[in-house]
């Protein structure tokens, strides 16, 4: 068998990129003459933008650190032993870029046993361990507390999680099996599946006190001062630490059962994290923290060489790094500054776009529309959204007032615009309508102001034809709704100049959005695939393959809502205009539904009634559709809809919609909220063998967004 020094030495040279984590030792007399004590201090040497992670060197750090601590506690020069971090990070998990190098199912069980094995040590050590979580704590940082004998929280730490199965993996330092045991397996589940799956949800410190992960919860400002005192009084034995009995009966099980369902609903069997962690919890119930570590091992070991975390890790890399420095974005010193903007219409999208732009640039934003009643309402809806803010303590007194004072609404678009930097539009999708506002506004505005548009499918250059300055003219087209959805496709029609181009990159920036480049192209990114995927359910279905078996079709893909239920948050009439716009630009490949064309006419809201909870064909559109006697099975679906969509995004590269497939699976994650799993779609299209089978090769080279060869 192999030591763990010798394990980690071994990992670690896989990964001669790792950003090492230090383990200072200092001792000094703990308050209240309750003994001298040994506090680790994790820190990577850097500030906190750079939070501190664990790979293997950082591992054998803190085993080298506890050999000095365990010999001064089996010698009783030491009462206790204190874990830490640096300021405002506890530490953030394993370093995933270490995790992508590895290539063999042998260097992946070494990662898993050495945290294992260097972390059991704090649990046995002949004094007892404390954990103070001081800042954000995330994978592998919360479970290096799990094995501590008490933990105390900061008031302020902000993020406190694990992560792992959102990204594809399962807590494999001991989180599955510890943290039941230590909250009961239902409050375990909630942390480790259902907040991984909502969208890596975040824990604050009060939140991880009142779950019961932290003893005691102290204020941010002496944080460690105040758990030194409270760790005094735990070892001279005057504050006594009961937990409550954790129930190992019937409430177990039914935390796992509730666990799978959150998992089929999220992801619907379709990436493994989640149930392999479900599997590792049902099976701590009896205890056994050993088989609980050895579970871990071997469950991390086979997720790290599967594909489905390397397309979690690729998607992570996406919106953490590519969403934040876009491919293509001019110098942003050609920026101009933006002191008001302006927004065309008062509808609820242009309100939604008006409190977006109040809330981050906090400068003047007038409203116009084309009469007083919809200006009031949409300045109405804005000072609700600023009182609910309020209401939730999210703002004070004086920033809500000083919100509401900056947003205005005026008839006069010569009296609105005359000074706006900035002005966007959000009226009805017709290009003669946005041609004639984009005129008003030109003869009004300055000459240096942005004239951005919102639209989802029409030509921004087209849109620009007609004016004396199409330069100026900018697509900044968000999605649905404004305040969840990061992505903002940012579209350069064939006149728009850097300045203006560089000017809506930085005011992306700054309403902290994901902004992707994208060419002129009919509906752009997101609605083009969408509209392929989408047409292609439509098109089997009017052939005449049921509605339940075409929306049962793509289930395995786990995405966020079925294909029709999502034609239903659009809106069925929106989809059409989509459909028939795309139509126009590509009649061989997208087409018109006569059936979604009635269910247009005759007014349907959708496909589905919700009277008994879940949703089901409505009858009146059941009558309405006419199909043909073609049936398709599941599988024959999901072919058809998958190959659309990769000869689909096959075209849009060969065209430089984008520049290269990454940013089309960054668009679908951050306008569509498509899976990490999936890695937005071109690694699943590769690893499932349908780009070589539509288009002859694969749209990532091997070893992005999968196992190095």
């Not at 590895?102 to 649990?123: M, N, P, Q, T, W």
């Not at 579970?295 to 992570?316: K, N, P, T, V, W």
């Not at 990114?525 to 929306?551: C, K, W, Y």
Request: hydrophobic fraction near 45%.
């Amino acid at each position: 068998m192999s030591t763990t020094a010798e394990l980690l030495k071994g990992a670690a040279e896989l990964f001669p990129g790792e950003v090492v984590t230090q383990a200072h030792v200092r001792h000094f007399d703990l308050p209240l003459g309750a003994g001298r004590f040994a506090l680790i201090t994790l820190d990577n040497g850097h500030d906190h933008t750079k939070p501190t992670t664990l790979g293997p060197q950082s591992l054998a750090n803190i085993d080298a650190a506890l050999d000095r601590v365990e010999k001064e506690a089996a010698d009783g020069e030491i009462v206790g032993v204190g874990v830490t971090g640096k300021p405002f990070i506890f530490a953030v998990g394993a370093d995933l870029k270490g995790v992508e190098l590895l290539k063999r199912h042998e260097d992946a069980l070494a990662i898993g046993k050495g945290g294992h094995d260097v972390f059991k040590r704090l649990s046995k050590l002949a004094v007892p361990t404390f954990a103070y979580y001081n800042g954000a704590a995330m994978g592998g940082g919360v479970e290096i507390g799990l094995h501590c004998t008490y933990r105390t929280v900061s008031a302020a730490l902000p993020a406190f999680s694990l992560p792992e199965v959102f990204l594809g993996l399962v807590p494999g330092w001991g989180g599955c099996t510890l943290l039941p045991n230590l909250i009961g397996a239902d409050k375990a589940v909630s942390v480790i599946i259902e907040n991984s799956l909502n969208q890596n949800k975040q824990l604050k410190g009060k939140q991880v006190f009142e779950l019961g992960i932290a003893d005691a919860i102290f204020e941010g400002a002496d944080f460690l001062e105040q758990s030194l005192i409270w760790t005094a009084s735990v070892l001279k034995g005057e504050i006594e630490i009961e937990r409550p009995a954790i129930d190992r009966g019937e409430a177990w099980d039914q935390a796992v059962e509730r666990g799978r369902f959150v998992a089929d609903s999220k992801v619907h069997g379709a990436a493994p994290a989640a149930y392999r962690a479900l599997d590792i919890i049902a099976a701590a119930k009896n205890g056994d923290l050993q088989q609980g570590y050895d579970a871990e091992d071997q469950a991390l070991a086979d997720l790290i060489m599967g594909g489905e975390l390397r397309a979690g890790i690729y998607a992570f890399n996406l919106v953490q790094k590519r969403g934040k420095r876009p491919a293509g974005a001019p110098d942003k010193s050609l920026a101009r500054p933006v002191t008001k903007v302006g927004v065309v219409g008062a509808g609820l999208m242009a309100s939604q776009l008006a409190l977006l732009f109040l809330r981050r640039l906090e400068v003047p934003v007038v409203l116009t529309d084309i009469d007083q009643e919809r200006i009031d309402k949409g300045v109405g809806y804005v000072h609700a959204e600023i009182d609910k803010l309020l209401g939730k303590g999210r703002i004070n007194q004086d920033k809500a007032n000083r919100l509401k004072a900056l947003v205005t609404g005026v008839l006069d678009k010569a009296e609105g615009f005359a000074d706006a930097d900035f002005v966007i539009e959000a009226v009805f999708e017709e290009m003669g309508v946005k041609q004639q506002v984009f005129a008003e506004v030109e003869a009004v505005a300055p000459a240096h102001a942005i004239l951005a548009t919102n639209t989802s499918s029409l030509s921004v250059t087209e849109m620009a034809s007609k004016l004396k300055h199409p330069e100026r003219v900018v697509g900044f087209h968000f999605f649905n709704p404004v305040a969840v959805l990061p992505l903002l496709e940012i579209v350069r029609g064939e006149r728009t100049d850097d300045a203006s181009l560089a000017t809506a990159f930085g005011v992306a920036k700054k309403l902290k959005k994901t902004a992707v480049l994208v060419k002129d192209a009919p509906a752009f990114v997101v609605n083009r695939i969408l509209t392929r995927f989408m047409g292609e359910i439509q098109n089997v279905i009017d052939e005449g393959t049921p509605v339940e078996t075409a929306e049962k079709a793509v289930e395995p893909l786990g995405l966020p809502m079925s294909p029709l239920v999502l034609l239903e948050l659009v809106g069925p009439a929106i989809g059409l205009h989509v459909s028939e716009t795309l139509h126009g630009a590509f009649p061989d490949r997208f087409t018109v539904s006569p059936n979604l064309k009635a269910v247009v006419e005759a007014g349907k809201r959708g496909f589905y009634v919700y009277d008994s909870g879940k949703p089901e064909l409505d009858p009146e559109v059941a009558a309405l559709l006419k199909q043909g006697d073609t049936v398709l099975t599941e599988e024959q679906v999901r072919a058809r809809v998958l190959d659309a969509v990769a000869q689909e995004i096959g075209l849009m590269l060969d065209e430089g919609v984008v520049a290269e497939a990454q940013d089309i699976d960054l668009c679908l994650i951050t306008g569509a909220g498509w899976p990490f799993h999936l890695g937005g779609i071109t690694p699943y299209l590769d690893r499932e063998g349908v780009s070589e089978r539509v288009n002859g090769k694969r749209f990532l080279a091997p070893g992005v967004a999968s196992v190095p060869a």
